[in-house]
């Protein structure tokens, strides 16, 4: 079982965070590499007349969810349970809460939501739709909810609490790993935990990157003091550090001369003109980040993922296989299009030994995205091409001004 945390974080409206650390998780959504684990983060709001409890942890966790809560009240005392986002990493842990509750809690909820709690549970007693600016007042509190659709699912929402300006964001403001600290207290804490926002944003929300900029846009004249995510750290020193991280992974904002270098080879040829290209960008000055699907070696997707906002421009080495795109670094430039479609320029090189088949393939994936293929550049089996090569790295700087 992982770590579990238990702590106020707020005197006045009392709210305790009630975490759980899954180290044991390999690929969250079944999809995303992530050794480093994640977080899942309820609250619960003790108020002189309502007792609310904010989203839940995955099932696998309810027992050790129950005796946590349990800790801090009676479960049959809970009034309400705010649902953000009916998503079973937030969610799986609520049929058992209601079962020790006696199902007399009030579900607060979007209207999708409800319909996924019938669907996911067969939750359908006592769920009370909200929607979109709706203000509940629980206890001479004001719990304001606003729907961010699509930050992650269409059923999302957030609740904030206007009197003290607190955001609980589910989703919103989430991110992977455990962290070694409950909250933003830390400088170090805050610097090697913010990768792994950029990660489960770009791996879980990517798709939907136009919806995070303008539910950002919806939530931008909120006087927000503190955010209290469904993942990760707590944010209540400084959560517009957050917040700009945020708009910065959505709009994809670039490291100066950071290059994403990504390449299948299965025999060497592959390689061996990625070796040329390095060593070329490596000439102009450039900071390219490779990962690599090799007989030796297999890069992360996910953290591939995540360093797409950050860099200036994208280059793909890449093999054909069976009149095919290499299926391995197919899988991953799948991903990258669907998850990962920014506005930004793309080399790709390829290489075959009797017909090159990826260099269309790639054309087909990438013509649906933002990426902007400046080259191709066919090469057969064990040729370098240096020329080819030289020429092509220019024409993809001279996009990028340098
Ligand atoms: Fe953390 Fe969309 O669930």
Request: hydrophobic share 40%; proline share 4%.
């Amino acid at each position: 079982m992982g770590k579990v945390w238990i702590e106020k974080i707020f005197d006045d409206p009392e709210i305790y965070v009630l975490r759980v650390d899954d180290g044991k998780i390999r690929y969250f959504e079944a999809v995303w590499e992530i050794p480093e684990g994640i977080t899942y983060n309820a609250y619960l709001l003790k108020l002189p007349k309502a007792t609310v409890l904010v989203d839940g942890w995955k099932s696998d966790y309810s027992e050790e969810f129950l005796k946590t809560l349990s800790k801090l009240v009676d479960p049959a005392e809970i009034t309400h349970v705010i649902v953000h986002h009916t998503e079973p990493d937030h969610s799986g842990t609520l049929p058992k809460v209601l079962e020790a509750n006696g199902y007399r809690a009030k579900i607060l909820c979007s209207a999708f939501a409800k319909k996924l709690l019938e669907n996911f549970y067969d939750i359908t007693e006592n769920v009370n739709v909200v929607s979109d600016g709706e203000r509940v007042n629980l206890s001479g509190k004001t719990f304001r909810f606003l729907m961010v659709p699509w930050l992650h699912w269409p059923d999302t929402m957030v609740t904030y609490l206007e009197e003290d300006g607190v955001l609980l964001g589910c989703d919103v403001g989430g991110g992977y790993s455990m962290p070694n600290a409950l909250d933003d207290s830390s400088d170090s804490v805050v610097r090697e935990y913010l990768p792994f926002v950029t990660k489960y944003v770009v791996t879980v929300i990517g798709h939907y990157r136009k919806y995070i900029l303008e539910n950002l846009e919806k939530l931008k004249s909120l006087p927000i003091k503190a955010i209290l995510p469904g993942h990760g750290l707590v944010w209540r020193r400084s959560p517009e550090i957050l917040l700009r991280h945020y708009l910065e992974v959505a709009q994809g904002k670039v490291e100066e001369g950071k290059v994403l270098v990504l390449y299948d080879s299965m025999y060497g040829f592959v390689e061996k003109l990625m070796d040329e290209v390095l060593k070329r960008l490596d000439g102009f000055g450039m900071k390219p980040v490779v990962f690599k699907f090799s007989d030796s070696e297999r890069s992360f997707v996910s953290d591939v993922l995540s360093h797409v906002p950050s860099s200036q421009a994208l280059i793909f080495g890449v093999s054909t296989y069976e009149a095919h795109l290499h299926p391995v670094v197919e899988h991953a430039v799948r991903l990258i299009a669907e998850k990962a479609s920014y506005e930004k320029p793309v080399l790709v090189f390829s290489v075959h030994g009797w017909a090159g088949v990826a260099e269309k393939v790639m054309g087909e994936i990438l013509g649906k995205t933002h990426l902007k293929v400046v080259e191709f550049v066919e090469v057969r089996g064990g040729k370098t091409e240096e020329a080819k090569i030289g020429e092509a790295i220019e024409k993809l700087l001279k996009t990028l001004g340098r």
